[in-house]
């Protein structure tokens, strides 16, 4: 069964500083993308990157990159330059493997605080 | 380009009751999801449609829960009857062929 781990309930992070959010996966899946999201009091879930398994390169858009290691099924978040925007639940998410379907299967999130 | 629309935004219900809660995907969007938040998780997938078919319910509690979308556009998710346990975020997400999935805002469902 596919599950996604976070380990960190909170994390706190003083504003324009570095913070990395931790992910472990497991997956049947072959060929896939793992996702992080971001979820503000407003409770739209936003995309805030996403990485294709079989590239190597790790993905980057703009002050957020990841550090994707495949082998160890570890798929972290680096947010550089924190802003008090960026505060929010940050949730990383994996294949759902059922029936065809292509949904996604989602960690407990981290609650990710911006001090000023 | 409108987003995933979602309505109502809040419900409060006594147990046992049913409620509906209705989805308008992205326009073209022939994926769409329903997924059930509970307070301290993440979202968890219940039903999936391809157009006006299902493709995975498995995780459809389908004593009481049902899901429908005539015609392959808007969607309705409901709850027949409803338990405390039920008390969530029902989100709505759709995607282009199953790519980049969007999400609405949610309905808040509160069973007392």
């Known amino acids: 069964a596919q599950t996604v781990t976070q380990s960190q309930p909170e994390m706190s992070v003083q504003e324009a500083e570095t913070v990395t959010l931790s992910c472990t996966y497991d997956t049947s899946e072959s060929d896939y993308y793992l996702f992080w999201y971001k979820q503000p009091p407003s409770r739209q879930m936003i995309l805030v990157i996403r990485?294709?398994?079989?590239?190597?390169q790790n993905a980057t858009e703009n002050r957020f990159s990841v550090n994707f290691q495949k082998a160890a099924k570890s798929f972290s978040l680096k947010i550089s330059d924190s802003q008090l925007g960026d505060a929010a639940m940050y949730f990383c998410a994996c294949p759902y493997s059922g029936g065809g379907a292509d949904g996604l299967t989602f960690g407990k999130g981290t609650h990710l605080i911006i001090q000023p | 380009e409108a987003g995933v629309a979602q309505s109502p935004r809040y419900k409060i219900i006594e147990k046992r009751q049913s409620v509906a809660f209705w989805c308008n995907p992205i326009s073209g969007h022939a994926t769409l999801y329903w997924y059930q938040q509970i307070l301290g998780q993440g979202p968890k997938l219940l039903i999936q449609?391809?157009?006006?078919?299902?493709?995975?319910d498995s995780q459809l509690p389908k004593d009481r829960f049902s899901a429908e979308r005539l015609k392959g556009v808007d969607s309705t998710l409901k709850i027949q009857p409803a338990k405390l346990e039920d008390s969530a975020v029902y989100l709505c997400?759709?995607?282009?062929?199953?790519?980049?999935?969007?999400f609405g805002q949610g309905t808040r469902l509160t069973v007392v």
């Open positions: 990485q294709e398994a079989y590239k190597q």
């Open positions: 449609f391809q157009n006006n078919g299902v493709v995975d």
């Open positions: 997400a759709s995607s282009l062929d199953g790519g980049e999935a969007f």
